[in-house]
């Protein structure tokens, strides 16, 4: 079997300025306007009146939810639209002896951008990076510079999930010298990996825009995570005629002895710093961190990396933040990457597009794997504004530019080229298959590329008879997965989405243990039928086309050659509501709800997934008097666990093999039911839920009390309505206000139900099943943040916040 040695680096996403390339940021006091204007294009045009804001910006998730908004629930219900941005700024001194470079991150959907009245062009792909060279259209000197954005997300639908609207990722300005490292210029691989050495390969595209033949020096010095100096490569940029003007690529190479490979476990980054020499002066300086290691998909042992068998634990993840919508902050994607992490996931599926940068360099330092996907579609539809509208005109330009980007990433292992594509049914999907994958392979041949497919039928499978693919994506099918090898003789195989199960946090239907799946087969939609749009948290309910948690967990466990799994999904995201219509505005498939509070199956997942004890006991214990109440704990590192009702023993349970629960039945009384699991007679955790009273007073919890003053930094206050006890209220729904008293403010509130239309902006919000969040945002100034929270009833409670 060919395995994949190699290293891949990650492009810093703040770059190091020094004197000869430097980097601004270009997210500070651009003017907004949500409407359309053929003449905001013009640098003469006022903007007097327009709102000023920082970008990342997504105008989507400040707006009213209404079922007449043309995006449907399947965006959440949100205003789309087209909107304007406009910046005026000046470049710094010596600027007019530099090329100039404007870098969007990503901005949904339909892009225009023009520079001091010049065009500079159009994408339509709300998900890639793309930037442009402004330095012909630069007014001279001092003279103030207008950029302006047009995005026009009007047409609709355009997506099957919630897109934000808007420039939501981060923008920069880019100042290098005429010969420089050009855009995602460096890539970094590694043929030989052992314990004693890794040979380090560099490619470097210098792009020399002097006109002029020249010589000189290209070096890149290796350091390791303390900043010591590991090793140098150098490749003689000179040579008959001479260093030519335009784009070219060197390849040379250095060794690191004793590498310290990346891992899950250890994210190990180095760092490379690449300088361009010429008649002895630095003129360019590019910094890479990088992480060593190689890793193998194998047709009958599955997954290894760095040489050990792993099976992939994923989960699929769409790019939404919640509360803040599509609006990248770096912040928030840690958390939610740490909630995963904390639950044993190692792997997250990009679905279904390339994510920002700072997603995945998040992923290279907090040990994630990731497949990075690109395309939902090709040419047929799924919605019929959707990107096939676009993919003839720019399917080769939207792939490289993903590639480029993120193929230097530790992270990344796998590329994945399409999503349940409608080509698999078509003979069309042929040959685009193997366009696609020529696309990747031609930029890199160190990851394997994949496809998620649905169609099981390989005779049927046009994508599949492409024979281009590495892996074997398989979505959902469980059923046939312990007969993969049988089904697809030496393929390699890889759940790229699984599960599809459905729950809303803290809500109960009896009898726990029938599975129930929405919609029926065959039949017209059924919904679960709850008046208060909510499914049971008990895993039991399942989209019908997937599985319960248990259900797929089961089979992936048991065979080597199945390599690992992605579940649909990590958390909630904003969009596709199944299984009920409006007012429903968010998925109900998380592990995760949307606002970051854990759902019940989260700690089936920590029980296989981590070595950390866990004794998880469910659901609460408010009932009605006489009820036959079905009881769950997940645990492990234990041979048993006992129920405790009111200190009277309801019995001993033990899992079976292949079991991930116990469960007993209980006629409810009020009081205290305890669980105490046991390894060989001794105690190794309890667990205790009391009946809980009315709501007496808030708790106040937030998730750091010290934060950057950046104008970015969040704190993740989490409020707990609590008897006088100090009990969970396990159906609370007090309405709690936020007010917010120095160097902060509010960025949005949410409670984790996905049919609650109260604005994530609000200064109010209801509580759901006693949790509600407020996210705080630091001001770029010191001092203190005082929050403090009320409630009609309730004494208020207020913490004090750091800004530093």
Same mark, same amino acid.
């Given at each position: 079997?060919?395995?994949?040695?190699?290293?891949?680096?990650?492009?810093?996403?703040?770059?190091?300025?020094?004197?000869?390339?430097?980097?601004?940021?270009?997210?500070?006091?651009?003017?907004?306007?949500?409407?359309?204007?053929?003449?905001a294009?013009?640098?003469g045009?006022?903007?007097?009146?327009?709102?000023?804001?920082?970008?990342?910006?997504?105008?989507?998730?400040?707006?009213?939810?209404?079922?007449?908004?043309?995006?449907?629930?399947?965006?959440?219900?949100?205003?789309?639209?087209?909107?304007?941005?406009?910046?005026?700024?000046?470049?710094?001194?010596?600027?007019?002896?530099?090329?100039?470079?404007?870098?969007f991150?990503?901005?949904?959907r339909?892009?225009?951008v023009?520079?001091?009245?010049?065009?500079?062009?159009?994408?339509?792909?709300?998900?890639?990076?793309?930037?442009?060279?402004?330095t012909?259209?630069?007014?001279?000197?001092?003279?103030?510079?207008?950029?302006?954005?047009?995005?026009?997300?009007?047409?609709?639908?355009?997506?099957?999930?919630?897109?934000?609207?808007?420039?939501?990722?981060?923008?920069?300005?880019?100042?290098?010298?005429?010969?420089?490292?050009?855009?995602?210029?460096?890539?970094?691989?590694?043929?030989?990996?052992?314990?004693?050495?890794?040979?380090?390969?560099?490619?470097?595209?210098?792009?020399?825009?002097?006109?002029?033949?020249?010589?000189?020096?290209?070096?890149?010095?290796?350091?390791?995570?303390?900043?010591?100096?590991?090793?140098?490569?150098?490749?003689?940029?000179?040579?008959?005629?001479?260093?030519?003007?335009?784009?070219?690529?060197?390849?040379?190479?250095?060794?690191?002895?004793?590498?310290?490979?990346?891992?899950?476990?250890?994210?190990?980054?180095?760092?490379?710093?690449?300088?361009?020499?010429?008649?002895?002066?630095?003129?360019?300086?590019?910094v890479?961190?990088?992480?060593?290691?190689?890793?193998?998909?194998?047709?009958?042992?599955?997954?290894?990396?760095?040489?050990?068998?792993?099976?992939?634990?994923?989960?699929?993840?769409?790019?939404?933040?919640?509360?803040?919508?599509?609006?990248?902050?770096?912040?928030?994607m840690?958390?939610?990457?740490?909630?995963?992490?904390?639950?044993?996931?190692?792997a997250?599926?990009?679905?279904?597009?390339?994510?920002?940068?700072?997603?995945?360099?998040?992923?290279?330092?907090?040990?994630?794997?990731?497949?990075?996907?690109?395309?939902?579609?090709?040419?047929?539809?799924?919605?019929?504004?959707?990107?096939?509208?676009?993919?003839?005109?720019?399917?080769?330009?939207?792939?490289?530019?993903?590639?480029?980007?993120?193929?230097?990433?530790?992270?990344?292992?796998?590329?994945?080229?399409g999503?349940?594509i409608?080509?698999?049914?078509?003979?069309?999907?042929?040959?685009?298959?193997?366009?696609?994958?020529?696309?990747?392979?031609?930029?890199?041949?160190?990851?394997?590329?994949?496809?998620?497919?649905?169609?099981?039928?390989?005779?049927?499978?046009?994508?599949y008879?492409?024979?281009?693919?590495?892996?074997?994506?398989?979505?959902?099918?469980?059923?046939?997965?312990?007969?993969?090898?049988?089904?697809?003789?030496?393929?390699k195989?890889?759940?790229?989405?699984?599960?599809?199960?459905?729950?809303?946090?803290?809500? =109960?239907?009896?009898? +726990? %243990?029938? $599975?129930?799946?929405?919609?029926?087969?065959?039949?017209?939609? &059924?919904?679960?039928?709850? #008046?208060?749009?909510?499914?049971?948290?008990?895993?039991?309910?399942?989209?019908?086309?997937?599985?319960?948690?248990?259900?797929?967990?089961?089979?992936?466990?048991?065979?080597?050659?199945?390599?690992?799994?992605?579940?649909?999904?990590?958390?909630?995201?904003?969009?596709?509501?199944?299984?009920?219509?409006?007012?429903?505005?968010?998925?109900?498939?998380?592990?995760?709800?949307?606002?970051?509070?854990?759902?019940?199956?989260?700690?089936?997942?920590?029980?296989?997934?981590?070595?950390?004890?866990?004794?998880?006991?469910?659901?609460?214990?408010?009932?009605?008097?006489?009820?036959?109440?079905?009881?769950?704990? =997940?645990?492990?590192? +234990? %041979?048993? $666990?006992?129920?405790?009702?009111?200190?009277?023993?309801?019995? &001993?349970?033990?899992?079976? #093999?292949?079991?991930?629960?116990?469960?007993?039945?209980?006629?409810?009384?009020?009081?205290?039911?305890?669980?105490?699991?046991?390894?060989?007679g001794?105690?190794?955790?309890?667990?205790?839920?009391?009946?809980?009273?009315?709501?007496?007073?808030?708790?106040?919890v937030?998730?750091?009390?010290?934060?950057?003053?950046?104008?970015?930094?969040?704190?993740?206050?989490?409020?707990?309505?609590?008897?006088?006890?100090?009990?969970?209220?396990?159906?609370?729904?007090?309405?709690?206000?936020?007010?917010?008293?120095?160097?902060?403010?509010?960025?949005?509130?949410?409670?984790?139900?996905?049919?609650?239309?109260?604005?994530?902006?609000?200064?109010?919000?209801?509580?759901?099943?006693?949790?509600?969040?407020?996210?705080?945002?630091?001001?770029?100034?010191?001092?203190?943040?005082?929050?403090?929270?009320?409630?009609?009833?309730?004494p208020?409670?207020?913490?004090?916040?750091?800004?530093?």
């Amino acid at each position: 079997m060919k395995r994949y040695f190699y290293i891949v680096a990650a492009l810093l996403s703040n770059y190091i300025a020094s004197a000869q390339r430097t980097i601004i940021d270009f997210n500070p006091n651009w003017k907004f306007w949500l409407g359309d204007t053929s003449i905001a294009k013009e640098p003469g045009y006022r903007d007097d009146n327009w709102r000023t804001l920082n970008l990342p910006h997504d105008w989507s998730i400040e707006g009213e939810f209404s079922e007449k908004n043309p995006g449907t629930p399947n965006q959440a219900a949100l205003p789309t639209g087209i909107g304007w941005y406009r910046k005026t700024f000046t470049l710094p001194a010596g600027a007019e002896n530099q090329n100039v470079f404007i870098e969007f991150d990503g901005v949904y959907r339909n892009s225009e951008v023009w520079v001091n009245g010049h065009y500079l062009g159009k994408r339509p792909n709300g998900y890639v990076s793309f930037g442009y060279d402004i330095t012909p259209y630069c007014n001279p000197g001092s003279a103030q510079q207008v950029i302006a954005v047009k995005v026009d997300n009007s047409l609709q639908p355009n997506s099957r999930w919630y897109t934000g609207s808007g420039i939501y990722r981060n923008v920069r300005l880019v100042l290098t010298n005429k010969i420089a490292i050009d855009q995602w210029g460096t890539f970094i691989t590694a043929p030989t990996v052992n314990n004693n050495v890794a040979i380090v390969n560099i490619q470097s595209t210098i792009n020399n825009t002097t006109g002029q033949l020249g010589h000189g020096t290209l070096f890149t010095t290796i350091y390791d995570a303390s900043g010591k100096y590991v090793s140098k490569g150098i490749a003689w940029l000179h040579g008959a005629p001479g260093w030519p003007a335009g784009k070219a690529t060197y390849s040379y190479s250095t060794a690191i002895n004793k590498p310290i490979l990346w891992s899950v476990e250890n994210p190990y980054l180095y760092k490379a710093v690449t300088k361009v020499m010429v008649n002895g002066k630095v003129v360019d300086e590019y910094v890479t961190p990088f992480g060593i290691r190689y890793f193998d998909f194998d047709v009958q042992k599955g997954f290894s990396l760095n040489g050990r068998p792993m099976k992939i634990l994923g989960v699929c993840m769409h790019h939404d933040l919640g509360a803040l919508g599509a609006a990248v902050n770096e912040r928030a994607m840690e958390r939610q990457l740490q909630i995963l992490k904390d639950m044993g996931c190692n792997a997250i599926r990009t679905a279904h597009n390339p994510p920002a940068p700072e997603w995945l360099a998040l992923c290279d330092k907090m040990g994630f794997l990731v497949l990075d996907e690109a395309f939902d579609m090709w040419h047929k539809k799924k919605n019929k504004f959707d990107y096939n509208i676009d993919f003839d005109q720019w399917h080769k330009q939207d792939l490289e530019d993903q590639v480029k980007r993120d193929k230097n990433h530790p992270s990344v292992i796998i590329w994945s080229i399409g999503n349940e594509i409608r080509e698999q049914f078509d003979s069309t999907g042929i040959p685009l298959t193997k366009e696609l994958v020529g696309i990747v392979k031609a930029l890199d041949t160190t990851r394997p590329v994949t496809s998620a497919l649905t169609e099981t039928d390989t005779t049927k499978n046009f994508i599949y008879q492409a024979n281009a693919l590495d892996l074997m994506g398989m979505n959902y099918n469980q059923q046939l997965y312990p007969d993969f090898l049988q089904r697809y003789p030496g393929k390699k195989f890889l759940a790229t989405e699984t599960m599809s199960a459905l729950a809303s946090r803290g809500h =109960y239907d009896m009898p +726990a %243990d029938s $599975v129930r799946f929405w919609p029926l087969k065959g039949q017209k939609f &059924v919904s679960p039928g709850n #008046p208060d749009y909510t499914v049971s948290a008990y895993d039991n309910v399942a989209a019908y086309w997937g599985s319960t948690h248990e259900q797929t967990w089961r089979i992936i466990k048991q065979y080597d050659f199945l390599s690992g799994l992605f579940v649909w999904s990590g958390f909630d995201f904003l969009g596709e509501p199944v299984p009920y219509p409006w007012p429903a505005r968010s998925s109900y498939y998380g592990i995760v709800d949307l606002a970051g509070f854990p759902k019940d199956a989260y700690y089936m997942y920590q029980s296989e997934w981590t070595s950390k004890t866990v004794l998880h006991l469910l659901p609460h214990w408010n009932w009605e008097a006489g009820k036959e109440v079905d009881v769950w704990a =997940y645990y492990n590192n +234990a %041979d048993e $666990v006992e129920l405790y009702l009111n200190n009277r023993s309801m019995g &001993v349970r033990k899992k079976q #093999p292949l079991d991930f629960h116990v469960q007993w039945r209980v006629k409810y009384e009020p009081g205290t039911l305890k669980a105490v699991s046991r390894k060989n007679g001794n105690i190794v955790s309890t667990k205790t839920i009391n009946t809980a009273g009315i709501p007496a007073r808030l708790e106040i919890v937030p998730d750091k009390k010290i934060l950057h003053a950046d104008g970015k930094d969040l704190s993740f206050i989490t409020v707990r309505i609590l008897d006088k006890n100090g009990n969970l209220v396990p159906a609370a729904d007090n309405k709690i206000t936020v007010e917010i008293v120095g160097k902060g403010t509010l960025a949005g509130m949410d409670n984790g139900y996905p049919a609650s239309l109260e604005s994530f902006k609000a200064a109010s919000h209801k509580a759901y099943n006693g949790l509600c969040l407020a996210i705080i945002q630091a001001k770029p100034e010191t001092g203190n943040i005082q929050v403090t929270f009320s409630s009609p009833g309730l004494p208020s409670a207020t913490t004090v916040l750091q800004t530093h």
